[in-house]
Nanobody
């Protein structure tokens, strides 16, 4: 079964940095677009950053210039480097990937269970 597992969250002070990782595992044929989303309690999940299989990236306006998304296709892993963190970055961060499972003709979205990021002094 295909799974996404996030790691790297934690508690940091404003201005600090964190690197989130998301590793896909299981019976995978191909991984296409990948991205990071975040969600505060009582709010809708929002896109933070995305990266295509070809390496094109896009970012939410609120994180441009501070966050960098990247991927290692050989390791089936996507990263989110978060610099100059602000209190408003506090959220649960979720990894998403479009994946075609092995022996399947169908692509679909897979989600990780989230990793908590708290930015506080």
């Amino acid at each position: 079964q295909v799974q996404l597992v996030e790691s790297g969250g934690g508690l940091v002070q404003p201005g600090g940095a964190l690197r989130l990782s998301c590793a896909a595992s299981g019976s995978i044929f191909s991984i296409y677009d990948m991205g990071w989303y975040r969600q505060d309690p009582g709010k809708q999940r929002e896109l933070v950053a995305g990266v295509t299989v070809g390496g094109s990236t896009n970012y939410a306006d609120s994180v441009k210039g501070r966050f960098t998304i990247s991927r290692d296709n050989a390791e089936n892993t996507v990263y989110l480097q978060m610099n100059s963190l602000k209190t408003e970055d506090t959220a649960v961060y979720y990894c998403k990937a479009v994946i075609r499972p092995q022996m399947s003709w169908t692509r679909r979205e897979y989600w990780g269970q989230g990793t908590q990021v708290i930015v506080s002094s």
